[in-house]
């Protein structure tokens, strides 16, 4: 079974630039503590801890502690905390989570070393997340120069389009304008063989009548007579 008499703490220290700090902590008991009995004043019991990589992992007696630092180049100040039977190897007592909360500039930190991981992970993505924002930047920027050449040649097309329609247009206009004439000259015809028509035993007549219609088209119709008799 665990040995239930004594509790385990962890912590990690890092200066400002995120280097391990030199140094040790010292843990002081004041209060002693047996499980299953009152808590009673002990006297002082202190265990100096090196620092190792940053890191300190100190396996304690129950009981209340004034836990002090002494840091190369670096200070902290001291705290209090309980150790009980509660903090394990598997749930120690994390100095980061119990350090009272006083940031104050050239002030050490202290890093739970999972908080540490996930700080620096979190780090990661954010450097990530940032270098994919610049390629989605710049892929941002490769389609609006795209959108802007499609927009281009949408618009030539469409100058081509009117110019296509204008051109269509003039050349129905043509058209119709040749329908029309050719119109006329289909009345014209029918007008001239009518005309002929009415000389079927006299052609001379006939040919003479044709020319003065297309000489004047408007000369009404009639039936000519030759000087001296009758048709």
Same mark, same amino acid.
């Given at each position: 079974?665990?040995d239930?008499?004594?509790?385990?703490?962890i912590?990690?220290?890092l &200066?400002?630039?995120?280097?391990p700090i030199?140094g040790?902590?010292?843990?002081?008991r004041v209060?002693?503590s047996t499980?299953?009995?009152?808590?009673?004043?002990?006297?002082?019991?202190?265990?100096?801890v090196a620092?190792v &990589?940053?890191?300190?992992?100190?396996?304690?007696?129950?009981?209340?502690?004034d836990?002090?630092?002494s840091?190369?180049? +670096?200070?902290?100040?001291s705290f209090?905390?309980?150790?009980t039977?509660?903090?394990?190897?598997d749930?120690?007592?994390?100095?980061?989570v119990?350090?009272?909360?006083?940031?104050?500039?050239?002030?050490v930190?202290?890093?739970n070393?999972?908080?540490w991981r996930?700080?620096t992970?979190?780090?990661?993505?954010?450097v990530r997340a940032?270098? &994919?924002a610049?390629l989605?930047?710049? &892929?941002?920027?490769?389609y609006q120069?795209?959108?802007?050449n499609?927009r281009?040649?949408?618009?030539t097309?469409?100058?081509l389009?009117?110019g296509?329609?204008?051109?269509?247009?003039a050349d129905a206009?043509r058209?119709?304008?040749?329908a +029309?004439?050719?119109?006329a000259i +289909?009345g014209?015809?029918?007008?001239a063989t009518?005309?002929?028509?009415?000389?079927p035993?006299n052609?001379?007549?006939?040919?003479v009548?044709?020319a003065?219609?297309?000489?004047?088209?408007?000369i009404?119709?009639?039936?000519?007579?030759?000087?001296g008799?009758?048709?």
């Amino acid at each position: 079974m665990p040995d239930v008499t004594v509790g385990h703490v962890i912590g990690r220290f890092l &200066d400002k630039y995120d280097s391990p700090i030199r140094g040790e902590v010292r843990f002081s008991r004041v209060i002693a503590s047996t499980q299953g009995a009152p808590a009673f004043r002990a006297p002082i019991t202190r265990q100096d801890v090196a620092l190792v &990589d940053g890191k300190v992992t100190a396996t304690l007696a129950l009981g209340v502690y004034d836990v002090a630092f002494s840091f190369v180049r +670096a200070s902290h100040p001291s705290f209090r905390i309980e150790v009980t039977s509660a903090h394990t190897t598997d749930a120690p007592l994390d100095l980061v989570v119990e350090a009272p909360i006083e940031e104050k500039p050239g002030e050490v930190f202290i890093v739970n070393e999972r908080v540490w991981r996930e700080a620096t992970e979190a780090a990661a993505r954010s450097v990530r997340a940032a270098t &994919d924002a610049g390629l989605a930047a710049a &892929d941002a920027r490769a389609y609006q120069a795209s959108a802007w050449n499609a927009r281009n040649e949408a618009s030539t097309a469409a100058q081509l389009a009117t110019g296509a329609r204008d051109s269509v247009r003039a050349d129905a206009d043509r058209a119709s304008q040749a329908a +029309a004439e050719v119109a006329a000259i +289909a009345g014209e015809l029918h007008d001239a063989t009518f005309r002929i028509s009415l000389h079927p035993t006299n052609p001379g007549l006939a040919v003479v009548d044709f020319a003065d219609f297309l000489r004047d088209p408007v000369i009404p119709f009639a039936i000519r007579i030759p000087l001296g008799g009758a048709a």
